[in-house]
């Protein structure tokens, strides 16, 4: 099956073609771009395309995280995966940004529990934690920073993210990123979700024009 991957969550406006039976991106486009995702997200989905060699009649699903991150962000990479999936009549699979980083944390940290933690500025940590084989252990939380250190400190578990340098001592700052071949495989899961925002508290900004998600 061939998946787009599209993720605006963060400072990376990103596009990616993934081929689920050889488990591998046919191609990846990543623009670090911090904002304006609305007027560039179709030009990085078309470098993608080309890139691969393909056209959009070929994408089969299509794979968005949906946060949490930026609210802004979010909206664009939802309603371009809403959009596409209507006009291709295929399905759109929503990937929570805290288990990509819960995911990719395993192959560098086998064996370890995972606290997924990003950066959610205003004091406050947008946190999940994960076992030592990757299952859910918590449900994606918003968390002053004294709870998530607690709750890193009592589960013994790896934290990773840009939430990272508030957590533990003497870390180096870490940024959002979430790379597409986890998104594609969390998109072909089980632990999948509606492709609707995750936000996790009330939106801080206004959304960008031309990408508005009509409210569920």
């Known amino acids: 099956m061939i998946l787009l991957v599209l993720d605006t969550a963060a400072g ?3 596009a990616a073609l993934y081929d689920s039976v050889q488990d591998r991106l046919l191609s990846s486009v990543v623009e670090t771009i911090g904002k304006g995702h609305a007027e560039r997200l179709m030009a990085v989905i078309d470098q993608a395309l080309e890139q691969a060699g393909l056209t959009l009649d070929a994408v089969e699903k299509i794979a968005v995280t949906v946060g949490p ?8 990479g939802v309603a371009a995966a809403r959009g596409f999936a209507l006009s291709l009549g295929i399905e759109a699979a929503g990937v929570s940004t805290l288990s990509v980083i819960g995911l990719a944390a395993q192959e560098d940290h086998p064996g370890q529990p995972v606290l997924a933690a990003i950066d959610a500025r205003r004091d406050e940590i947008y946190a999940q934690l994960f076992s030592a084989t990757g299952e859910a252990l918590t449900a994606p939380r918003l968390l002053g920073h004294e709870e998530a250190a607690n709750l890193a400190r009592e589960s013994g578990a790896v934290v990773v993210g840009s939430a990272r340098a508030l957590l533990v001592e003497g870390a180096e700052v870490q940024t959002d990123r979430y790379p597409p071949l986890f998104i594609a495989r969390l998109g072909m899961g089980d632990t999948a ?3 609707s925002p995750l936000y996790l508290r009330g939106p801080d900004a206004k959304p960008q024009m031309g990408f508005a998600v009509a409210r569920a």
């Open 12 to 14: 990376d406006c990103t």
């Open 193 to 195: 979700l509606a492709p």
């Open 69 to 76: 991150g930026s609210f802004t962000g979010i909206r664009v």
